[in-house]
């Protein structure tokens, strides 16, 4: 599970009362003769979902036949369970621990990516030491423990002096030592940085060759029985992500009413972070929900090197392009 920002950490009473109202409508979605989907998220509503939320506030998901609820996640969910036990049809997760979640027998199936590559980095003080992956040796970083990209670091980098500490989901430690340096998410943390009073650089983990997609998986069993379902709700899906893009407010009102954390200055600054860095598109502006099986056979072999996956599978295993726009 990625590390997420420390505003979120806590569930406002909306958010909960959300949940509640929209978990009852499924009973009601067969009444109206809608289909009743529900798509687990990897943290609280936030604009990383906006595509999802733009979808709903705009009516596709509804055009498609579908009734879909959104379930935000938190700090000790993992959406992958979530959705490889039933308790959703779709989950938010990376292309990298599906890969792993496949090998380990879970039967997971991407059928989306949801950004082409992941924002998440790594953030020191402007005035920091460090000025490029190889010059962490020697230094400490707070990150989620067990992080398949930290362990890719340290091979690639051979970092034998570099040491970690649990990541506190805060950056209160970071406001207060300047060499601290630790994981983030750079469409979040250098916005309340600076807010602070600290300058920061950022170093994107993707740069350094190790790329997993963001992906929308749903299981093999469901996409076999249900691939209408799986085709609508991944066509409305992108629709979302396309008009987010373009104009995110639809979504960031039901966002900010969901997640009050939310605000409109913060998710500015996200929305126009993702756009910047095609995080979503591809450098390419075209790239919206696609997948390269070049891109995830890659990953598998670096997973595989890492051995963090013992049992190599065929990668092709992991996802399909069925889907996916032609």
């Known amino acids: 599970m990625p590390i997420r920002r420390s505003v979120q950490l806590f569930l406002s009473v909306?958010?909960?009362?959300?949940?509640m109202v929209t978990s009852g409508c499924r009973s009601r979605s067969?009444?109206?003769?809608?289909?009743?989907?529900?798509?687990?998220?990897?943290?609280?509503?936030?604009?990383?979902h906006g595509g999802f939320y733009m979808a709903q506030a705009k009516g596709y998901y509804q055009q498609e036949g579908l009734d879909v609820t959104i379930l935000p996640g938190g700090p000790?969910?993992?959406?992958?369970?979530?959705?490889?036990t039933g308790g959703a049809e779709f989950a938010m997760g990376s292309s990298d621990h599906t890969l792993e979640a496949v090998s380990n027998g879970l039967p997971l199936l991407a059928v989306a990516?949801?950004?082409?590559?992941?924002?998440?980095?790594?953030?020191?003080?402007?005035n920091s030491p460090v000025k490029r992956f190889e010059d962490l040796n020697g230094h400490t970083v707070a990150l989620q423990p067990g992080?398949?990209?930290?362990?890719?670091?340290?091979?690639?980098?051979?970092?034998?002096?570099?040491?970690?500490?649990?990541?506190?989901?805060?950056?209160?430690?970071?406001?207060?030592?300047?060499?601290?340096?630790?994981?983030?998410?750079?469409t979040s943390e250098p916005f309340f940085a600076r807010k602070a009073g600290a300058p920061v650089r950022t170093f994107l983990i993707s740069d350094t060759g190790f790329d997993p997609y963001r992906v929308l998986v749903t299981t093999g069993p469901y996409a076999k029985s249900h691939p209408d379902v799986v085709a609508k709700f991944v066509r409305a899906s992108l629709r979302g992500w396309r008009?987010?893009?373009?104009?995110?407010?639809?979504?960031?009102?039901?966002?900010?009413?969901?997640?009050?954390?939310?605000?409109?200055?913060?998710?500015?600054?996200?929305?126009d972070t993702l756009v910047n860095g095609h995080f979503v598109?591809?450098?390419?502006g075209a790239e919206i929900g696609k997948f390269d099986p070049a891109r995830w056979a890659a990953t598998h072999q670096q997973l595989t090197d890492l051995k963090v996956i013992d049992k190599p599978i065929d990668p092709a295993t992991a996802y399909t392009l069925e889907f996916l726009p032609k």
């Open 113 to 126: 990516a949801t950004m082409q590559h992941d924002p998440q980095a790594i953030m020191v003080h402007e």
């Open 14 to 19: 909306p958010v909960i009362v959300a949940v």
């Open 147 to 186: 992080s398949t990209w930290f362990k890719y670091l340290v091979k690639r980098y051979r970092l034998d002096r570099v040491r970690e500490v649990p990541a506190t989901f805060t950056i209160a430690n970071f406001l207060t030592d300047p060499n601290y340096i630790q994981q983030i998410f750079v």
């Open 243 to 271: 008009d987010y893009l373009r104009d995110p407010a639809d979504a960031h009102a039901v966002i900010q009413r969901l997640n009050p954390a939310m605000n409109p200055e913060l998710m500015a600054f996200s929305h």
């Open 30 to 48: 067969a009444k109206s003769g809608l289909i009743p989907v529900r798509l687990q998220t990897d943290w609280y509503p936030q604009p990383e």
């Open 281 to 284: 598109d591809g450098q390419s």
């Open 76 to 84: 000790y969910t993992v959406p992958a369970q979530v959705v490889s």
